[in-house]
């Protein structure tokens, strides 16, 4: 993974389920009438959890506490929207002592710029021409007016692992972010290829999933990745919001 030589492992979440997660949804079932927008007021970064959500990041909490605890992460570092503070805070309650909680907004979702709160038939509603955009361009370098690609995204996330890398040499992090951080932390820790990254794109990545890297020859291997097995109870099913 380049910049990153010092880390012992990397564990990365999505956060758990939203009310944008909920709406988007409630919207992609509407088949028959399907709406431009999301029922959703808040901007992306004000965004809660739903009680489910918060369940979900319960579990996540005392799945990292179960781990070994040369295993268990050292410092966690989250994404600044409410959403990932939330379950970053909750899961961490769950655990027997203290962990630092670090905020880093380069870990923060996708910005969609004027595509914010559209849905995939919104956006050929009111955008034709961007949806044409996208289509022709593909979802890796797509860009939306006043919004980010996948690849500028990935420009800062690597520019925040090296700094976690220089700050936190032989920890285990954890990450609590959103599903398109989780999905580029692969691309970039792995060298995946755009095809490669498309492909893993078409699951969706679970709220409050498990995806580990650890150290073995002197650089970071994939572990797990979006694994759920803590989310199995009724009460905290995996979530698979459409987005964020």
Not at 2 to 28: D, K, P, Y
Not at 34 to 59: S, W
Request: charged share 30%; aromatic share 4%.
């Amino acid at each position: 993974m380049i910049g990153v030589r010092n880390l012992e492992s990397l564990i990365l979440t999505r956060h758990g389920e939203s009310l944008a997660n909920l709406a988007q949804q409630q919207a992609h079932q509407a088949l028959q009438d399907p709406p431009e927008e999301i029922d959703v007021c808040d901007r992306d970064a004000d965004v809660p959890l739903t009680e489910r959500g918060r369940r979900q990041a319960a579990a996540l909490g005392r799945r990292l506490a179960a781990l070994p605890a040369h295993e268990r992460p050292t410092v966690a570092v989250s994404s600044p929207y409410l959403r990932a503070l939330e379950t970053a805070r909750i899961a961490l309650a769950e655990m027997d002592s203290p962990l630092p909680l670090l905020v880093d907004e380069r870990l923060r979702d996708r910005e969609t710029g004027v595509l914010y709160r559209l849905t995939p038939h919104g956006v050929r509603v009111r955008h034709p021409r961007e949806a044409e955009r996208r289509e022709r361009l593909g979802e890796f370098y797509y860009r939306p007016p006043c919004g980010e690609s996948w690849t500028d995204v990935v420009l800062r996330l690597r520019s925040a692992y090296r700094d976690i890398d220089t700050d936190h040499a032989g920890g285990r992090v954890l990450v609590v972010a959103h599903d398109v951080v989780v999905l580029l932390t692969r691309y970039i820790v792995e060298g995946l290829t755009e095809q490669r990254v498309l492909e893993l794109a078409r699951t969706q990545v679970a709220n409050c999933s498990f995806s580990r890297w650890v150290r073995r020859d002197g650089r970071l291997h994939p572990a797990e990745y979006g694994d759920t097995a803590h989310l199995a109870g009724p009460s905290a099913g995996p979530g698979r919001g459409p987005a964020g």
